[in-house]
């Protein structure tokens, strides 16, 4: 079993930046990969961007070049920097983890943009 917590979001001006941090209670080292997802009022929750254990990333079209994932895997803890922030990333962002068969989300923290 793993809990997340994340940390970091807050109301932001368009152009501007935030990093979001997701901590986990247990090791991460075998986890792979560790996703960042989001959800905006109306809309469905999508994935932002993963990251594998050999530091392989993907992410969404909408961030690409804007946002970066990374994990500390001495720390538990996985990041998410984002830059260039438009209101159209206001959303709840969320952890999001698959390990042992079970599927572990966080309570997820609020990016607000303001433009």
């Known amino acids: 079993q793993v809990q997340l917590v994340e940390s970091g979001g807050g109301l932001v001006q368009a152009g501007g930046s935030l990093r979001l941090s997701c901590a986990a209670s247990?090791?991460?080292?075998?986890?792979?990969?560790m996703n960042w997802y989001r959800q905006a009022p109306g809309k469905r929750r999508e994935l932002v961007a993963s990251?594998?254990?050999?530091?392989?990333?993907k992410y969404a079209e909408s961030v690409k070049g804007r946002f970066t994932i990374s994990r500390d895997d001495a720390k538990n803890t996985v990041y998410l920097e984002m830059n260039s922030l438009k209101s159209e990333d206001t959303a709840v962002y969320y952890c999001?983890?698959?390990?042992?068969?079970?599927?572990?989300w966080g309570q997820g923290t609020q990016v607000t943009v303001s433009s």
């Open positions: 999001r983890v698959v390990t042992g068969a079970r599927d572990y």
């Open positions: 247990r090791s991460i080292f075998s986890i792979n990969p």
């Open positions: 990251i594998t254990s050999g530091g392989s990333t």
